[in-house]
């Protein structure tokens, strides 16, 4: 099946700086990416939508301020947590959408605010 | 809105013991739904899906039925083996998004 890459897997920061988080179609042009947040023994939760070029699709609740989503190619699309802190402490998933409906997800990236 | 709920976790099982992994699921009309799956240290993969009542995904020896008289997607397995051990996913699509259950880990031993 086609491959996503999320970049980097895991990465610890301390409060109040900010972290990117890559996420990379490797094989395929991806229209929309997604972004989804975990909690421990929780279901993934949508955060956004992104199509490439143009701005990202918020859920509701979602700081669109401290999570900056970019999608500026059909193979990246990056999430920034802007000045992050311990409560933003959690595993990220991107998933990516190209010609047919089958969303591809990456490994995922575990956050740890300290 | 719509919704997934899963049986909690985690499933202890031996090695060709019988799964079943239920999954109901909350929402307005008849969304596709699907089953993912996460080994250790992996993104999640699907695993199988149905796009319409009635209608039985099966991928790797999993089968699941959409049962649109209960609103249930069970997944089950007749015989498991110790590389199915991972945390399963319930999904269902509302267009291009998906809503997640909250993941069953599946522990095998042998």
């Known amino acids: 099946g086609a491959v996503v890459s999320q970049h980097p897997s895991r990465v610890i920061c301390k409060s109040g700086t900010s972290v990117k988080i890559e996420c990379r179609s490797l094989?395929?042009?991806?229209?929309?990416m997604f972004w989804y947040r975990q909690f421990p023994k929780q279901s993934l939760m949508l955060m956004a939508t992104?199509?490439?070029?143009?701005?990202?699709?918020?859920e509701q609740g979602v700081e669109k301020d401290k999570f900056l989503i970019n999608h500026a190619s059909l193979t990246l699309s990056t999430l920034t947590v802007t000045s992050a802190h311990p409560e933003d402490s959690s595993f990220y998933i991107c998933?990516?959408?190209?010609?047919?409906?089958?969303?591809?997800f990456g490994q995922g990236t575990r956050l740890t605010v300290v | 809105g719509d919704s997934v709920t899963q049986m909690e976790g985690p499933v202890t099982l031996s090695e060709e013991a019988f799964l079943t992994i239920n999954c109901t699921y909350t929402?307005?009309?008849?969304?596709?739904l699907f089953w993912y799956v996460q080994y250790p240290g992996e993104g999640l993969q699907l695993l199988l899906k149905?796009?319409?009542?009635?209608d039985k995904g099966s991928n790797k020896g999993f089968e699941a039925t959409y049962r649109k008289e209960t609103t249930s997607f069970h997944l089950e397995k007749g015989s498991v083996q110790v590389s199915d051990s991972a945390v399963y996913f319930c999904a269902l699509s509302r267009g291009n998004k998906l809503v997640f259950g909250a993941g069953t880990i599946l522990r095998v031993k042998s």
């Open positions: 094989d395929f042009q991806a229209t929309t």
């Open positions: 929402a307005t009309g008849y969304p596709s």
């Open positions: 149905a796009t319409k009542a009635d």
């Open positions: 992104s199509n490439e070029g143009s701005k990202a699709t918020y």
């Open positions: 998933s990516a959408i190209g010609g047919n409906t089958e969303a591809f």
